[in-house]
């Protein structure tokens, strides 16, 4: 049996809607993980969608053994609410669970064209569907990303929302060279037959960064982006998520991120030489950075990002890198 299929084989369909229509075409994917309660408003913010299309939510439990999304999963897909399915994903870690929802997905609804991510703890705007889909019809591009606006738990936080962890890539709709993450995308049926499969290279499991590895993948590639701004998602941001450490860890794993998804590009001695030069250059060169960022926001916490990410680089330059959704998996 090949990978593809023991992968598949593992995994274990715990809750389903009384019907499944073959011929719907859009499909809402959630991967879950000890968040119950927030995929309850991720789930009520999409039965308020202001839309007359037809879609199907396809729901992925990556906590094998206490299954907390799975009550929550099972009533939203009883009579009278949405269609689709949910699933055990045993194998733990970001990338295990996201590729277990789009696989899914592919799988459940097989004339589905669109297939769109949201987070547990996320929640949609009432016209977040209609406007990915507008978007993709209208543009033809293969990937459609929109904006994660931060809404933290800290009122005192709220101005961290311009830290560069937290601010969305792009500020207008339009053209796009990328996307960086799957929190708020929609993914063509034809990306992920092109991409190969899994679409979230393991590698990146506990680090994080599949999503970033996957979508520089599709633009070597040739595939086109687009960045719809109005189709906006909220992310709920714990305080646990605005201190100073938790902030210099993501701007570690950022800048592991980025040397990882370069090196998997960079195929010959002599280009793989280069990336690590570079790596290191960025050290200087990132303080130039953080004064004019300093200049600009006048917060340190701000300005010492771009510093961080570079030493993140360097340090995975030489095997040294972070692995927070490993931590999280063992934690109780």
Known sequence: MSGFATAQASREQVAISASLDASVETVVCIPCFRRPQHLRLTLDS????????????????????????????????????????????????????INAAFETALATFPTAVNFLMIDDDEIASPDWLELMLRA????????????????????????????????????????????????????????????????????????????????????RIGMKFHWAEEAVITETVPASRTHPGWLALRALRIGAINYHVQRKAAQSPWSRTRLVAKMLALLPLSLFFALRLLVAEHKALIALHPVIVAIGSALAAIGIEPQPYKASKIAS
């Open 46 to 97: 999409l039965v308020a969608q202001r839309t007359e299309r037809r879609f199907a939510v396809v729901i992925v439990e990556n906590d094998g053994a206490a299954r907390g999304s799975v009550p929550v999963a099972a009533e939203f897909l009883a009579p009278g609410g949405f269609q689709g399915v949910c699933v055990v994903e045993p194998r733990q870690g970001n990338c295990h669970a």
């Open 136 to 219: 993709a019809e209208a543009t033809k591009a293969d990937v459609i990303g929109g904006p994660v606006l931060q809404n933290f738990d800290g009122g005192m936080k709220r101005g961290l929302h311009r830290h560069p962890a937290f601010r969305p890539a792009y500020d207008s709709s339009g053209p796009v060279p990328v996307i960086y993450g799957c929190g708020n995308c929609l993914i063509r049926r034809p990306v992920f037959a092109r991409a190969g499969t899994p679409a979230f290279d393991l590698r990146f499991n506990f680090l994080g960064g599949g999503d970033t590895d996957f979508f520089y993948r599709c633009r």
